[in-house]
């Protein structure tokens, strides 16, 4: 029996779906913890690219049980589509994709709302993919959402849509264009009966999985510097990314998880506004942004791109008590002269070695850097440890002392066996959080 937690150490976009599928070689269940559908996780094997939103990136191995947690928020139209397209690539989802009774649901005024809030008519704007993400976890916060399970009856389903329908013409004007509630109703109630059949209570799921020694993993999206808590707030998603929202987010204790698994690029890349202290511009940051093709698998959007920041992760290690990282597209790296790693930040004059709370400080922060020689090789076909060029495994050594957490997997392509694993005993530091 195990259960491990898959965080994004980073700004999201790490490489977290490759990762999932490759670990859920040996994990019977995969649950997603937080989030909606603006994640975008991108697997590749053989010739087949799948791109997952909502349905855990586990449902790509046959024999895996997927859940969606209570911590996710979902958009029926965008379930459906997924399963739709899973189906005709050839995987089967029926009978092991499964979907928590109390996640809640984006509705179409939750989008409204979003739209609404992104044309700067309620304050500055933060850059997110205007699917209603946002407004339906404030929703839930302030007890007004429409959770799956009271989808399912008729009753508490119309009694909810409408007094949301209420508050959405307050907040955009009464003469907007807002679909039908009539509509949207007739919508629902089509979707609550093809729901159904998926509905369970995802905690008493896993509680059982983990009464019968199965292996689980819990699946994050987003990253730790997107968390509402942790992140770099308000520049942030609404939901709870790190480790600790994983256990919120299915209902799991934190004293059932055996492992903290943090993925994180070689490099740093951030999408939508926010510091981001290692930021490069220029041509170095359009070669890293080609090279790493950093454009967002779900809006398009180019990412903003930097040096791996050993400041942040250093904070990612801490607030998920990392036990391991692992690092990916090392590969991107392959054609630079020289690679440089943040190890700390000037804040007006002081070194800084942890990352401040305050914006201001955030935004002030000048990263310091420790410039290494770049291998100038390709690394995508290493599998071993030894077949990594030397300067790139002094690189990557260097980064787990900043992290203060073992590397134990490189990924060096986004195949399934593009990957370097590497011994617990050729070295390793103390893991943090232990
Ligand atoms: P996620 O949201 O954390 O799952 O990350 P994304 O799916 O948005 O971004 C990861 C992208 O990088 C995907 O297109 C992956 O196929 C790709 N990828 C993952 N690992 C590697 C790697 O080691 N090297 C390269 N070149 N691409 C990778």
């Known amino acids: 029996m195990s259960v491990r937690i898959i965080v994004g150490a980073q700004w999201g ?26 994640a975008g996780h991108t697997v590749c094997y053989g010739d087949k690219s799948f791109v997952l939103h909502l349905i855990p990136s586990g449902i790509l191995r046959p024999g895996t049980t997927c859940y969606i947690g209570n911590g996710v928020v979902i958009d029926l139209t965008a379930l459906e589509e997924e399963r739709s397209a899973l189906t005709r690539q050839g995987i089967g989802v029926d009978g092991r994709l499964f979907v928590s009774g109390s996640a809640h649901l984006i509705l179409p005024d939750h989008r409204l709302a979003e739209r609404h809030n992104e044309s700067g008519a309620t304050g500055p704007t933060i850059g997110t993919t ?10 839930k916060a302030s007890r007004m959402g ?60 896993i509680a059982s999985a983990i009464h019968d020694r199965k292996r689980i993993l819990l699946e994050g999206a987003q990253g730790t510097h997107l968390d509402l808590d942790h992140g770099t707030y308000p520049f942030v998603t609404s939901s709870s990314a790190v480790a600790g929202g994983a256990c919120t987010g299915v209902g799991v204790g934190p004293t059932l998880i ?28 359009e070669q890293l942004r080609e090279e790493g093709n950093e454009y967002g698998a779900t809006t398009g959007r180019p990412r903003r791109c930097g040096w791996f920041d050993a400041v942040a992760i250093r904070h990612a290690a801490r607030v998920n008590g990392l036990t391991q990282l692992v690092i990916t597209k090392l ?8 690679i440089s790693v943040v190890t700390a930040y000037s804040i007006n004059g002081r070194r800084i070695q942890e990352m ?16 290494f020689p770049g291998w100038r090789a390709p690394t995508g076909a290493a599998r071993q440890w030894d077949d990594l060029p030397r300067e790139a495994r002094r690189y990557l050594d260097r980064l787990e002392e900043l992290a203060r957490v073992p590397i134990r ?26």
């Open 13 to 38: 976009d790490e490489g977290k779906g490759k990762i999932v599928d490759l670990l859920s070689h040996d994990a019977d269940v995969v649950a997603r913890y937080q989030g909606g559908p603006n």
């Open 130 to 139: 205007g699917r209603g993400i946002g407004p339906a976890y404030t929703d």
């Open 146 to 205: 429409l959770r799956v399970a009271d989808l399912l009856d008729p009753e508490i389903r119309e009694e909810r849509v409408r007094m949301l329908r209420e508050r959405t013409l307050r907040l955009v004007g009464r003469d907007a264009p807002v679909e039908p509630i009539e509509r949207v109703l007739e919508g629902l109630a089509r979707d609550a009966e093809r729901l159904r059949p998926m509905v369970v209570n995802v905690s008493l799921a």
């Open 258 to 285: 055996d492992e903290v698994i943090g993925v994180a690029k070689a490099y740093a890349t951030r999408v939508g506004n926010g510091p981001f202290p290692s930021e490069l511009s220029g041509e170095l940051a």
């Open 331 to 338: 590969d991107v790296l392959d054609g630079l002269p020289e």
């Open 356 to 371: 401040p709370e305050s914006l201001a400080e955030l935004n002030a922060a000048e990263p310091i850097l420790e410039t």
């Open 409 to 434: 997997l490189v990924s060096v392509g986004s195949g399934r066996d593009e990957n370097v694993r590497r011994h617990a005993n050729l070295r390793s530091t103390e893991a943090v959080g232990r």
